[in-house]
């Protein structure tokens, strides 16, 4: 997967612990757990044409999380590009 730039970016993370940069929008979310305006951000990542492919192949998408916790998370399908 390639980092891309979501749309109404609000900062870029992790370049200063010399990582690539993930650039990311701070959003706020009604949780059922964790309750309204709970704090949330989200990032945009595109698949190379060989992730594609193993896509519709039927590979699933791995989320790796660095670290020994594991933080709530979610992944879903952005909007098509106009």
Same mark, same amino acid.
């Given at each position: 997967m390639q980092i891309g730039r979501i749309q109404g970016c609000t900062r870029t993370i992790g370049k200063s612990q010399g990582y690539i940069g993930l650039p990311l929008r701070d959003i706020v979310i009604n949780d059922s757990v964790t309750g309204p305006n709970t704090p949330a951000m989200e990032t945009?990542?595109?698949?190379?044409?060989?992730e !594609?492919? +193993?896509l519709?192949?039927?590979a699933p998408?791995?989320?790796r999380v660095v670290g020994a916790g594991h933080p709530p998370v979610? !992944?879903? +399908?952005?909007?098509?590009?106009?």
């Open positions: 945009a990542w595109f698949p190379t044409v060989e !594609l492919n +193993a519709v192949a039927g998408i791995i989320l979610m !992944l879903y +399908a952005g909007e098509v590009p106009s």
